[in-house]
């Protein structure tokens, strides 16, 4: 089993940075690919970012550039660092664990979350 703690999050201005972190425990050897989503009110759950060992992958143009996820392996951490942040970034944010090496950013193929995150951006 694997399990997925969450910290950072919280409420900045529009522009402003946060850094999400995901701590995981357990059977952490098994983990080969992690990401985030988000979930923003009233819409459905939605990917923002993968990784896979070095290799990076962003949900589209409205957060790459903005966003970086990285992760420690040696700690088992994973990080969201969001710059620029927009009104639109408004959700609650969840960090995902599979084992599986096809890391395709979709919820299904995704065993372990999060316990989520809320990231407000006022404006």
């Known amino acids: 089993q694997v399990q997925l703690v969450q910290s950072g999050g919280g409420s900045v201005e529009t522009g402003g940075s946060l850094r999400l972190s995901c701590t995981a425990s357990?059977?952490?050897?098994?983990?080969?690919?992690m990401a985030w989503f988000r979930q923003a009110p009233g819409k459905e759950r939605e990917g923002v970012a993968s990784i896979y060992a070095t290799r990076t992958n962003y949900s589209d143009d409205s957060v790459r550039g903005r966003f970086t996820i990285s992760q420690d392996i040696a700690k088992n951490i994973l990080y969201l660092q969001m710059n620029s942040l927009e009104p639109e970034d408004t959700a609650m944010y969840y960090c995902?664990?599979?084992?599986?090496?096809?890391?395709?950013?979709?919820?299904?193929?995704?065993?372990?979350w999060g316990q989520g995150t809320k990231v407000t951006v006022s404006s």
């Open positions: 995902a664990a599979t084992p599986r090496s096809f890391c395709y950013l979709a919820e299904h193929n995704f065993h372990y």
């Open positions: 357990g059977y952490t050897s098994s983990l080969r690919c």
